[in-house]
């Protein structure tokens, strides 16, 4: 496969908007994202089951604020009013995410209907709205009582996903085609099975490459069924990718950060789309790979998501199962609002390295900047620093597709200020502010800079 470019002929990334004509293709997709935990609310409604965040949010101190999912955005009740929003951005797509347990409360067995009609009128909401569904059917939300059985530390949870994906494509593939089976899936590995950060918060080498073989395998298997039961299916999955960085340049440190680089960006992607697992982890995986799973893991995809905010960083550490231990950026690095590295060229590299590792269209999934925001007297929010962020990255992702990228999409994290995960709702992503106590919905500057982004694509496109 040749390089769309030698990274060290990559010239460096212009700093100012450039003259030449834009790179973006006439059809670029332009999207906005969520997921089910981080906005649905209506946690113990109309029949869910718990998933093991639910629980994990329950345990003291694991979530800033001793914040919980239970209400979130309410978007389980307010989603018409959020596709008024999408609509009125202009975007083409709206990525979401299924939430198992509330189309399968107890993970397994008979379907709740009340949960799936929600999922129809939300995609029928969309339809109607001249906006395309794209599904992501796991985000995180495992329902508990699979946890319970083992979770993804148990081969059996594969094939629990593959029914669940029949459930779903059953039910909307008639009208949804566009499917990615995880979200980050390493990023829900580490997190849960060797940092604590996520549940099940173990740190177990076994139970750690198991799940991630066992995730593989769900994916592949859940691919198979969406071929067979959607027509036209659109088939993706969608990784986190990030430059994985020493903190010294000492060769302990990058060995680390080839570590990191492993578990990070390829322990997925790698079998997924190249059939292999990297040579660096491969025997850690072979407890777990049975004859013929590498062939069920392979299935042909159609295109990559890229979910991308900043590197990543690895130091040295002796005692650190994994080889490495989770670092920081250098202190002096350039920061968004909560702290996350801002580099641009980096996701222009990140772009450039994926097309030409894995010969896939590109999406990018996610990107976005998060912040501590508070509203002005009026409830305005001038987020004049999310808006220059995302310029930035626009432009590096223009440049990437200037030197070669095949990048086909962009779908900005997120529409709305929702559950972070361990911080509660301390830090927004949305382009649009929630007033969590009213539920009231404000589109921030950064929604108007994205709206009249996506105009001017189309209009250039079109002229
Ligand atoms: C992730 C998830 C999102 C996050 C977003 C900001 O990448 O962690 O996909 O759920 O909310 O990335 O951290």
Redesign the pocket.
């Known amino acids: 496969m040749t390089r769309a470019t030698d990274p060290a002929a990559r010239p460096t990334l212009s700093t100012t908007p450039s003259p030449r004509p834009r790179a973006l293709r006439p059809d670029f997709v332009w999207g906005a994202s969520t997921?089910s935990y981080?906005i649905e609310g209506a946690a113990r409604e109309d029949g869910r089951g718990e998933s093991v965040w639910d629980l994990f949010c329950r345990q003291p101190g694991r979530i800033q604020n001793g914040d919980t999912g239970d209400v979130a955005c309410d978007h389980y009740h307010r989603y018409r009013e959020d596709v008024a929003l999408l609509r009125n951005l202009g975007v083409g797509a709206y990525r979401f995410s299924i939430a198992w347990p509330r189309v399968l409360p107890s993970g397994r067995g008979s379907p709740n209907e009340a949960g799936l009609a929600f999922y129809d009128r939300l995609v029928d909401s969309l339809l109607s709205a001249g906006i395309e569904p794209w599904v992501c059917l796991y985000?995180w939300d495992l329902p508990q009582t699979l946890q319970e059985a083992g979770g993804w530390a148990n081969r059996d949870c594969a094939s629990w996903f593959a029914d669940y994906a029949r459930v779903v494509a059953s039910r909307l593939g008639d009208r949804v085609k566009r499917f990615a089976t995880f979200?980050?899936p390493s990023?829900f590995t580490l997190f849960g099975y060797a940092f604590g950060w996520h549940p099940p918060a173990v740190d177990d080498a076994a139970s750690h490459h198991a799940a991630i073989h066992h995730v593989n395998l769900a994916h592949g298997m859940a691919i198979d069924v969406l071929r067979d039961y959607v027509i036209g299916a659109s088939l993706g999955a969608i990784h986190?990718m990030q430059p994985a960085r020493p903190v010294q340049a000492t060769p302990e440190d990058r060995a680390a950060a080839k570590m990191l680089d492993c578990y990070w960006n390829r322990a997925f992607a790698d079998p997924q789309m190249r059939g292999a697992y990297p040579d660096a982890i491969a025997s850690r995986m072979a407890p777990f790979c049975r004859d013929g799973d590498l062939e069920r893991i392979h299935r042909p995809v159609d295109w990559l998501g890229i979910?991308h905010?900043s590197p990543v960083y690895a130091r040295a550490d002796s005692a650190a199962r994994l080889g490495f231990a989770w670092s920081d950026a250098p202190a002096d690095a350039p920061r968004s609002p909560i702290g996350w590295q801002i580099d641009p060229a980096a996701f222009r590299d990140v772009l450039l390295d994926a097309c030409d590792r894995y010969g896939l269209p590109i999406y990018v999934t996610?990107n976005g900047a998060?912040a501590v925001e508070l509203a002005d007297a009026s409830g305005a929010i001038d987020d004049r620093e999310r808006i220059a962020y995302l310029a930035a990255y626009l432009e590096a992702l223009e440049e990437a597709t200037v030197l070669g990228a095949d990048v086909r999409g962009y779908f900005v994290?997120s529409l709305l200020d929702n559950f972070?995960?361990g911080a509660g709702y301390a830090n927004r992503?949305g382009i649009v502010r929630v007033d969590f106590a009213t539920q009231a919905r404000t589109p921030k500057a950064s929604a108007r800079w994205y709206a009249a982004r996506i105009a001017s694509h189309r209009a250039k496109a079109t002229a």
């Open positions: 997921s981080q985000h979200n980050e990023v986190n979910n905010y996610e998060g994290w972070e995960w992503f």
